[in-house]
């Protein structure tokens, strides 16, 4: 008889474990939102960081800002200059300069051609070349000497703008840690609508894309 009831005991203890198992909610490995979200943070930065880019397109494509500095033509004598890049082909494109006794500004709409490390471009806008100073202006800038009269230079007090179309070659760094850097060299033509001239100029200078 105390068999038995041992029996009926571990019996029943067996069961009830059993059934306390089979009730236990088996979650699969699943990763939660937030590790979801962090992953593909990370992935996207990897993508926005990654180290080095097949093309000058793809680059502008996922570094959307440019910033420089550039020497001579449409700059004066030196000035800075800003690509803001819409898609991998198109950007919009502003600068400023100046010279002794005047200053340059100018806004365009850039369009590159998909290459690798050298690729060809060209911008069309609009320059203007300004001051409010009495400055003798005379030899200071050959632009100005095309444009303007020997008294206009002398008086120093100018506003001339141009039409502006440039075609240039710019190096793109695509890989290792000077990636984002690029350097140009671009011929300009400035044309006074007011004068009825066409002046050539050549520019050079250094942009880096963020």
Known sequence: MKTCLVLLTIIFAVSLKAQEISTVEIKPNRPTKIQSETQSSTTNAKNYYQSSYSSNWELRDHRKLGAGVGLSGVFG???????????????????????????????????????????????????????SDNVDLRGNSYILDQVLSSTELRNGKIGVDFLLTNVGFQYNQLDSEWIGNSFFLEFNFLYSTSRGHLIPAASVGSIYYF
Do not use: C, H
């Open 77 to 131: 004598q030196i000035g800075g200059v800003a690509d803001i890049n819409f898609d991998a082909q198109n950007s919009a494109q502003v600068g400023f300069g100046n010279g002794y006794g005047y200053n340059t500004f100018f806004m365009a709409w850039k369009n590159s051609f998909e290459s690798q490390f050298l690729s060809p471009y060209v911008t069309i806008g609009y320059s203007r070349w300004y001051n």
